[in-house]
């Protein structure tokens, strides 16, 4: 059974830093791309950053909202992918879920949607 | 950026009926080198994370029942459930994989009438 568990949620200050953690288990973590999508409160969702697997190069993306203050990473021996989160605003205060992206198919661009999520993890930023 | 946009924002239907939710793209998401769709949809219920439903703008995934389909192409999708069931209540979000940025819809709030 395919698993994600997000860590490292909490409340921080304006300005500050957080790293959030997902660990995967239940299938190869090193053959996915690995995203982060966050919800604010009673809002809808938004695309964070994603990062594909070694065999697609490790290709890192972000949202325009986080580009230049998050950064995504993973380690595949750990089947951990990581989001530090640096110069919190505000308006980062979501939900924080980590999601695996469907099998890569043998496309040479493999589609990044969301096949499996974690619960989801809490990061409010707040003085 | 490819804007999603979704209508209604809520509705409410009876038990049994159908309901239909609407997903227009600001640009096309059909690829015309494998003529796909990049198009999914989700199902969100409170307190809970997204539901994958429907990928490729109309392949339910495994587990999903039937009642739920997704039609469309190019830049105008539905999600149809053809006959409301007391635990579809729900939002529901279409997401375009065309391109990034990765973008949703607004979601779309499903109730019992």
């Known amino acids: 059974e395919v698993q994600l568990v997000e860590s490292g949620g909490g409340l921080v200050q304006p300005g500050r830093s957080l790293r959030l953690s997902c660990t995967g288990s239940?299938?190869?973590?090193?053959?996915?791309?690995m995203s982060w999508v966050r919800q604010a409160p009673g809002k809808g969702l938004e695309w964070v950053s994603f990062i594909k697997s070694k065999a697609y190069g490790g290709t890192i993306e972000y949202a325009a909202s986080v580009k230049g203050r998050f950064t995504i990473s993973r380690d595949d021996s750990k089947s951990v992918a990581y989001l530090q989160m640096n110069s919190l605003r505000t308006e980062d205060t979501a939900v924080y879920f980590c999601?695996?992206?469907?099998?890569?198919?043998?496309?040479?661009?493999?589609?990044?949607?969301?096949?499996?999520w974690g619960r989801g993890i809490l990061v409010t930023v707040s003085s | 950026d490819i804007v999603m946009t979704q209508s209604p924002d809520s509705l409410a239907v009876s038990l049994g009926e159908r309901a239909t939710i609407s997903c227009k793209s600001s640009q096309s998401v059909l690829y015309s080198s494998n003529n796909k769709n990049y198009l999914a949809w989700y199902q969100q219920k409170p307190g809970q994370p997204p539901k994958l439903l429907i990928d490729?703008?109309?392949t339910r995934e495994s587990g999903v029942p039937d009642r739920f389909s997704g039609s469309g192409s190019a830049t105008d999708f539905t999600l149809t459930i053809s006959s409301l069931q007391a635990e579809d209540v729900a939002v529901y979000y279409c997401q375009q994989y065309y391109t990034t940025p990765l973008t949703f819809g607004g979601g779309t709030k499903v109730e019992i009438k």
């Open positions: 999601a695996r992206a469907p099998p890569a198919g043998g496309y040479t661009y493999p589609p990044i949607y969301f096949h499996y």
């Open positions: 490729w703008a109309s």
């Open positions: 239940g299938f190869s973590f090193g053959d996915y791309a």
